[in-house]
């Protein structure tokens, strides 16, 4: 029992920063209907910011969030502005292809800057656990991780909702004619949603850096699970990444206990493949995305 | 009412013959016997480590006519890929290794399997459109890679499975570098003459209809389910067989080098780069990026994926519609500006 | 005299809206219904009913004396039922020939590549497209794209015919020509429904008229009755709209 409860902690709070690892992939793919495979590499880009910034100045991973998201936000806002905006109009395979020549860009200069090793951003406090009764521990880490993560997910959702910007971003994502004839200006939109999407980004990585290692070959798997949390949640809904992160991150969490080695992953991916055949909308998504032919 | 039709209104062009002549519809075919000859005589003024880089040009040539089939002509972005190359890979290995199966028979048992594995999962993943379907065919690879890393009783997992070939216990002899250039350089062959030969049959139109417009095609009598079913199977099949050669080429397999997804990229790429939905695209664009990529390897080993990332970048921009489409509208229509193309698709 | 195809009792509810309520319809060799009504009345929707591109609620759809309620579009065409789409369908990346060569070689029968194109060509030349075979379909104009997706149905050598708006966008110049090829189809023996928002064309050639009104028929018969029928007047203007013309003809 003591186990369970544990796993099922270890999910949510895994969960709640996968979220915010993925908010910024929806986004992207909400709105533009570009699937962003250098979203990965974005996340790993904010996990070096910090620990750049806790070599040279002895930054706090969580407050590098910060800087990390700026930095983040004016590299994604100048790809879009400059590169992704001159084919956002093709098929999608071009879309795929050249966000995938930018993943292999981003992530080959990474390597060549930080070197292919594995490396992690010490803090006093995130290994030490808070004891609650039944002997179930929670690292500082991963819960200061989770709830800022989750925080910054909200406040996300709320600022699409409720500012100018937000909403001229939601109008744009829905019709992009449309809103250019309310004098909305695309190009700048779709900037700016690509700068917010990796701003994001940018900040689940320095979150990221002070709980776990990471090196510039994570930029797939970030990629990947940002794919599944995505298809979880459903497009078109701005709280499906929470919920996508969160039943990935429990069902991984569980998983883990009842099956060895790697075959939680098979279990997720079939789970993935089953759900998309099944529900292609996602748990929380509109149908309407779905059945929108996109080819 | 009048009683006659509609009258014709005046054109610029003239009409023009249904039918191709007959020299113009057998041409593809004379170069394709021409090209594999030529390949054959290549053979000849190769050094050993040549022939390797070159059988490697021609396992993607076959990859990417393959993928080609329902990723260019049925407009269905398959990312599984992989998946069908790595199951072809293991059910060789399996064959050779537990059953003492010969190589010829287990190249056809693996594109069997391939084949009739994409035909079960292809009825609900063809429903899929899109990034959706993407990602449903790229979770079916990794879900594959998992499951052959976690019975490690048959596979070997991790630590992975060596196909015998020398010796008593060796099902095959090794064909030795001679022997697979030549293997890899009929298969791409064969795989180019069924591609050819789906473009230009009943087949290829149903496929192309599906691209457009899949309501309307269906409203013209095809059966897309089973039109696109088909061509998927097709497309597995012949990659289940590249992976079962290269499998005995490589003798010890793993499971995270045959199920790696930058095999699925690649032949992405090379299609999209080469022009999609044409039979000639593929094979230039193989030819072109494993050229380019093994000579940025050479010459340039630690800034190797940033250049070719790069190259992939200015490419997919000056040419989305890929090489030999924009050559063909570029001729017929005498604009080869690549700055109106990239007008295309700019926001 | 028995109806090439049937429709009994069609209905189809989307979540709350019921688009088409218990239709009844009977198409002909050698008739023309036209189908007429406001937007939103579900005349669209009736189409990809009979068609298969929807599958209906509840009711039946008979080709022949053959069942093909829910039956999928590919096996409806090839029962011998084509229609047109309202926003017309070309396969934009192949030539006008190619499209047409596609639609006459799934027919149900098998065709060769080579007696499809043939019979492509054949086609394009009946409905006057003969010159433009080897042209894209984006460099057509409005009423060349129609007639494309009019040889598209013809390709299929069908028996019945839907037509969604053919005449939609056409100048009034072109709506003629239009109609003498539609008419000309009547007196090969084509079962006809033509489904058209230009009221003037329906009368022009139909046998018989039928009214849609939120889903339900309205009305149905001879194409002067049916006009003049107040209901009709009412539906299209609105009550206070079709008093004001029932003045103004007095």
Known sequence: ?295 | MSTVDAPAPPRTTTVVPAVAPWWRRSAPWVLLAAGTLGGIALQTQLYTAQERVVGTVFMFVALATAWNLIGGFTGYPWFGQVGFFGLGAYVTALCMYHLHLSFWLSLVLSGLVAGLFAAFVGVPLLRLKGHYFAIATLGVAEGLREVVLNLPRATGGGGGLTIPTLGPDAPTRWLGNDGFYILFLLIAAAVVAVALAVSRSRAGYALRAVNQDEEAAAAMGINTTRTKTLAFTLAATLTGVVGSAQAFRIQAIYPDPSFDTSITELAVIMVMIGGAGTVLGPILGAIAVQYMSEWLRENYTNAHTFILGALIIVTVVLLPQGFVNYLGDAVKTRRFSLLDNVRRYRL | ?250
């Open chain 3, 1 to 250: 005299m028995t109806a090439v195809m049937q429709a009994r009792g069609l209905s189809k509810r989307f979540g709350g809206l019921q688009a088409v309520k218990a239709l009844d319809l009977d198409l002909y060799a050698g008739r023309l219904l036209g189908v007429i009504g406001p937007n939103g009345a579900g005349k669209s929707t009736a189409i990809n009913l009979l068609t298969g591109h929807i599958r209906p609620t509840s009711g039946r759809v008979v080709v022949d004396g053959a069942d093909l309620t829910g039956a999928k579009p590919w096996r409806v065409a090839h029962a011998g039922v084509a229609r047109t789409f309202q926003i017309v369908k070309p396969f934009r990346g192949m030539t006008v020939l190619d499209n047409v060569t596609v639609a006459a070689m799934f027919t149900g029968q098998r065709h060769t590549v080579h007696a499809s194109r043939q019979a492509a060509m054949e086609t394009l030349d009946r409905v006057g497209l003969a010159g433009a075979a080897r042209l894209s379909p984006t460099e057509l104009s409005v009423a060349d794209a129609r007639r494309l997706e009019l040889a598209k149905a013809l390709a299929l050598r069908p028996r019945v015919l839907l037509l969604d708006e053919v005449l939609a966008g056409l100048r009034p110049g072109e709506i003629d020509p239009a109609l003498a090829l539609i008419d000309s189809l009547r007196r090969d023996g084509l079962a006809l429904m033509m489904v058209e928002h230009v009221i003037h064309a329906i009368t022009a050639v139909a046998d018989e008229v039928l009214v849609l009104h939120h889903g339900e028929v309205l009305t149905r018969g001879e194409p002067a009755t049916v006009l003049s029928d107040e209901r009709v007047i009412e539906a299209y203007l609105g009550s206070r709209f079709a008093k004001r013309a029932k003045e103004e003809l007095r």
């Open chain 1, 1 to 295: 029992m003591t186990q369970f409860v544990q796993a099922t902690l270890y999910g949510l709070l895994q969960g709640g920063l996968l979220a915010l690892v993925a908010v910024g992939f929806s986004l992207v793919w909400g709105v533009m209907n570009v699937v962003n495979l250098a979203h990965g590499a974005f996340v790993l880009g904010g996990a070096y910011v910090a620990l750049e910034l806790h070599d040279a100045l002895g930054l706090d991973p969580f407050v590098s969030m910060v800087p990390a998201a700026a930095v983040l936000f004016a590299l994604g806002y100048l790809i879009q502005r400059y590169l992704v905006n001159l084919v956002v109009n093709a098929p999608i395979f071009i879309t795929l292809i050249l966000t995938f020549g930018l993943e292999m860009v981003l992530e080959n200069l990474l390597r060549v800057w930080f070197t292919p090793d594995y490396q992690s951003i010490p803090t006093g406090y995130a290994q030490d656990s808070l004891r609650l009764p039944g002997d179930i521990r929670i690292p500082y880490g991963k819960l200061i991780a989770a709830l800022l993560a989750v925080a910054v997910t909200v406040a996300l959702v709320y600022f699409m909702r409720r500012t100018r910007t937000g909403l001229s971003i939601l109008a744009t994502g829905m019709d992009r004619g449309a809103a250019r004839l309310m004098g909305v200006k695309a190009r700048h939109v779709y900037a700016l949603t690509f700068g917010i999407a990796a701003a994001m980004a940018g900040a689940a990585g320095a979150a990221e850096g002070a709980v776990r290692t990471f090196s510039p070959a994570d930029a797939r798997s970030f990629t990947l699970f940002s794919f599944v949390v995505a298809v979880l949640g459903g497009l078109g809904n701005m709280w499906g990444a929470l919920y996508g992160g969160l039943v990935l991150g429990v069902v991984m969490s569980w998983g883990s206990q009842l099956l060895s080695g790697t075959m939680v992953n098979a279990v997720a991916f079939a789970l993935l493949v089953v759900l998309l055949a099944v529900r292609p909308q996602g748990i929380a998504g509109k149908a309407f995305y779905a059945s929108r032919v996109e080819v």
